[in-house]
């Protein structure tokens, strides 16, 4: 939450593209059996944005 709410400072729009590094998405979307270097964490390969500090958390607890 302390680096999302700096980044928040700096961002006009308040959209934070999230990203995943390393793993086998499993998104009803997005899934891979193969290992992504990037993808987008909201499931969405279109859309990788969350909106505010609350998008941010909701976006990384679906991930998880």
């Known amino acids: 939450m302390a680096v999302g709410s ?3 400072n700096y961002d006009d729009d308040r ?3 999230m990203y ?9 979307n997005l899934s891979s059996k193969q290992t992504q270097h990037c993808f987008s964490l909201t499931g ?3 859309n990788a944005n969350a909106h505010d500090m609350q998008g941010m ?3 990384y607890q679906i991930a998880l």
Request: no cysteine; proline share 14%.
């Open 6 to 8: 700096i980044l928040l």
């Open 15 to 17: 959209l934070v593209p």
């Open 20 to 28: 995943g590094f390393g793993a086998k998405p499993r998104f009803p």
């Open 44 to 46: 969405d390969s279109s």
């Open 57 to 59: 958390m909701d976006v």
